[in-house]
T-cell receptor, first 112, second 114 residues
């Protein structure tokens, strides 16, 4: 079973900032939180991961508070092409044999 | 850098027939995964290899599914006999050892069982 909880769906409009929050109340001390994005008819792709505080790359920002029981993926100024399913993941197992267990993800629909 | 290659891209078979999917991971990636994704759901891990050894196959329906990675590179996933509920996308992914958070997926093989 997935160890994270996130909303099933979200709607937004072009140009808005979208924040998707994920709960991971029992995150292990050494675990990172990882987010993947999946477009229709494609496999998921890695977008960002973090341990605590804030991480930013060209695609998104990830905010993780000090207690690490949740995280928020922030997509600035979304466009129609950001319509996708976003998965919040916590790896299960050791760092060498860890596996990613996907939940249902959050389906983001960006409207014009 | 070439990504994860999968074939065939699409396959339609009748129930009780067999089907095989092939995967070529990214060069140098020792870990290979097969996921099953049913429409509207997240990917479900079927089997994980490290080199040519099985790390986890707890979710693989072994009465009808089999997978191998004989030389530690390419992998084949077979379903025999297929059932209607096997209709799904079969995703292959690969990663470097110790980089389990960052795995790279192929485009998937779409299976329809009629």
């Amino acid at each position: 079973l997935a160890k994270t909880t996130q909303p099933i769906s979200m709607d937004s409009y072009e140009g808005q900032e979208v924040n998707i929050t994920c709960s991971h109340n029992n995150i292990a001390t050494n675990d990172y939180i990882t987010w993947y994005q999946q477009f229709p008819s494609q496999g998921p792709r890695f977008i960002i991961q973090g341990y605590k505080t804030k991480v930013t790359n060209e695609v998104a920002s990830l905010f993780i508070p000090a207690d690490r029981k949740s995280s928020t993926l922030s997509l600035p100024r979304v466009s129609l092409s950001d319509t996708a399913v976003y998965y919040c993941l916590e790896p299960q197992g050791s760092s060498n044999t860890g596996k990613l267990i996907f939940g249902q993800g959050t389906t983001l629909q960006v409207k014009p | 850098e070439a990504g994860v290659a999968q074939s065939p891209r699409y396959k339609i078979i009748e129930k009780r027939q067999s089907v095989a999917f092939w995967c070529n991971p990214i060069s140098g990636h020792a870990t290979l995964y097969w996921y099953q994704q049913i429409l509207g759901q997240g990917p479900k891990l079927l089997i994980q290899f490290q080199n040519n050894g099985v790390v986890d196959d707890s979710q693989l329906p072994k009465d009808r599914f089999s997978a191998e990675r004989l030389k530690g590179v390419d992998s084949t996933l077979k379903i025999q006999p297929a059932k209607l509920e096997d209709s799904a996308v079969y995703l292959c992914a690969s990663s470097l050892v110790g980089s389990g958070n960052t795995i790279y997926f192929g485009e998937g093989s779409w299976l329809t069982v009629v």
